[in-house]
């Protein structure tokens, strides 16, 4: 008789909430606005790049760590954006998308028992990447704006007590999902100064990077003095080109760590998708006015539906970048936002996601619910009409 015995590792964490919500989202027929992917297409010449690799038959295993002509226009991208010189045959490791980026990365550099920091709330895989590599997460609070302060802030005097000889890492997300936060200079040279101090490595998932609103700049860990040698820089082309679905990301780090992650990644995947490594050299070449009109229209969605939400009866945190917003739900009267959640998607029909996944302790976020904005504005349209009848049942809990 087989023995169903689960490891210690998968019975610590649960099935993504955000990928069970699309699940939901299908089934009820629903607007999903939980998984953050755009229901618009890709530009067109860069699938016309991956159908042209397929058809001039580049079909077998890319080089391991990543396609050349993909690893060189990466390089070429983050020197010229960033300022830091980069050796694509030393420092990138192309992956299956960023996810494998770092869960890579952490194989690499933690050993049981090591900590890693992790801002919250947190985009939910970080929790699971840290289970699996053996880390123990130690969270640190991201506090919601409020009077005086308009952004999402933490506590200079709790992040600097949470590191400690234990530290190996600590794991930044900017443009931030879930809160649409931009981490400014002086809060990375302030964490920067901490991991020179207790030597830990900034994990830094920039996938945002080019979805940035009023102004807004982001400012790469790497490129702050004394941390190119301790960051490891993860990112993709999810979300700048519309390209959930190809599984292309990346890790850029100084040569020794590199090596390490090259070898978690060949024994995890060999290496990313031949074809679409040629294609995406081609995007992530892409000039200056690709990404100002990819913000733009971003910015237009955000703009329509954060007032929209606001009438429908949701507080809401206005978010500088990424393409999430955050709301406060406490005005509907429900218990919690898991039922509060799932009567959106089975009774009004639009799917997001429960506060409580983005946090290590589940009350903080329960009266919070998570929309991202990838959607046409026809799709978006659609949802805000649902949700305008929210005003009009009763709470179910
Ligand atoms: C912060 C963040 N990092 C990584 C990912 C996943 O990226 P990829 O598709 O490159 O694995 C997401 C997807 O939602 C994300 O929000």
Redesign the pocket.
Known sequence: MTRNRLSQKASSFTESVIREMTRLAQKHGAVNLS???PDFAAPLSIKQAACDAILADINQYAVTWGAKPLREAIAADFTARHGVPVVPDEQITVC???????MATMMAIVDPGDEVIVFEPY?E?YGPDAILSGATPRFVRLREPGPGRPDWHYDSEELAAAFSNRTRAIII?TP??PTGKIFRRSELEEIAALCRKWDAIAVT?E??DHILYDGETHVAMASLEGMRERTVT?S????SYSL?GW???YALAPPPLTAAIRKVHDFLTVGAPAPLQEAAAEAVSFPEEYYSRLADDYRQRRDYLVPELERAGFGVFRPHG?YYVMTDISGFGFSDDVTFARHLVSEIGVAAVPGSSFYSQPAAGRQRLRFHFARKRETLETAVERLQRLRDRAPAS
């Open positions: 998984q953050g992917f299956c998308g960023s996810t494998e980026a770092m985009y895989n997300n931030n999902n998932d996938i945002y993860i993709g082309i999810s979300k959930t599984r292309v990301g990424a």
